[in-house]
């Protein structure tokens, strides 16, 4: 098949998507596809075309910071540009599939998707309006609690407020809180506050956070693909907290799979896993990852849904596959057969 891969874009997660897009560009390769590989935030959107030699891909590794998010705006109209634009689109409409490795911002809260919606072009993973329930963490996690799955306890701080609100400092009453953006992915900006004076320092006025209970527990990440939900995967780290550098940089996480957890704990996390799968409007032409951490009694926790997960080949969801015995290039057609 002719495939495009989208990544890059506009986040403070536009290096794990060229990694997760280069990636899956050498996987498709090596089942037989012809590539193209566009980056719709830069000036020459097409990365790569016709890719049909696995050497030809180049490597990419993810920096050990986010990029300099400055140049965020610059971003956003360069991909609202060329993604309204005739020849992108044509190219896209060629295509015998649209393969999206675009991760935060756009591309995982459901604009990227509502562009190639109302251009009537198909793509892989959820649509528009499922990405956008499953991005901001206050009303997902909403959701998620009305359907059943566990959630953090979480106070919502909104733009313009300068200070905590009473029910967020409240929160340290019971031990530590994590702030985090309401919207975001790989852990940029989020924080441990340990007092008041912590949590005060750790928010702003000009951007939208959630403060929520922090979990001492052991962490954990299930994957649904389809109708497969996938086998537990545990992160085992030295800090406190999974941050962007225990994410990507080699050796910084253990990260194990299945999980070395009494078969009751796998089931009952995979469980939840498909219920906040489907309670967000995933469905079995979508995909997604549900992240865990127990309490101090090691029951677990949902801490977020992500409606398009790293694929970089040391990513999570592809962890999963290995133990369900798929290799990287089978994962990344079979993300590809549940397309619409």
């Known amino acids: 098949m002719r495939i495009v891969v989208l990544c890059g874009g506009e986040s403070s997660e536009r290096d794990v998507s060229l990694a997760s897009g280069w990636a899956a560009a050498e996987a ?24 049909q030699e696995v050497a030809d891909v180049p ?4 920096p050990k910071e986010p990029p300099d998010m400055r140049e965020q705006p610059l971003w956003q109209r360069r991909m609202f ?3 309204t634009s005739t020849p992108l689109l044509n190219r896209l409409r060629e295509a015998d599939q649209v393969f999206l490795a675009m991760h935060g911002g756009w591309g995982e809260d459901g604009r990227l998707q509502a562009l190639l919606e109302m251009a009537g072009i198909g793509f892989t993973g959820a649509g528009s309006s499922v990405c956008a329930a499953a991005w901001r963490k206050d009303q997902s996690l909403a959701m998620l609690r009305a359907a059943g799955v566990p959630v953090t306890e979480q106070v919502r701080h909104p733009v313009g407020q300068a200070q905590p609100a009473a029910e967020a400092e409240a929160l340290l009453a019971s031990g530590p809180v994590v702030v985090k953006p309401i919207a975001g992915g790989s852990s940029v900006n989020v924080r441990i506050a340990h007092t008041a004076a912590e949590l005060r320092a750790s928010v702003s006025d000009d951007e939208e956070w959630v403060i929520e209970t922090f979990l001492p527990g052991r962490e954990f990440t299930v994957g649904v693909v389809g109708e497969t939900v996938m086998p537990v995967v545990e992160i085992e780290i030295s800090e406190p907290l999974f941050d962007y550098q225990s994410k990507y940089q080699p050796g910084a996480a253990r990260e194990i799979c299945p999980a070395d957890i009494p078969a009751d704990l796998a089931t009952q996390m995979q469980k939840y896993a498909l219920l906040a799968h489907q309670a967000l409007g995933f469905d079995w032409h979508t995909y997604s990852r549900v992240d865990f951490r127990c309490d101090a009694g090691g029951a677990p926790v949902c801490l ?9 080949p040391g990513s999570l969801l592809p962890l999963a596959a290995q133990a369900a015995g798929w290799s990287y290039p089978e994962l990344v057609e079979r993300l590809i057969a549940l397309k619409r």
């Open 28 to 51: 498709l390769v090596s089942r037989g596809h012809e590539v193209a590989v566009i980056d719709p935030a830069v000036t020459q959107p097409v990365l790569a075309e016709r890719l």
């Open 59 to 62: 490597e990419f590794a993810v």
């Open 81 to 83: 540009q060329a993604l």
């Open 304 to 312: 977020e849904v992500n409606a398009l997960p790293g694929l970089t």
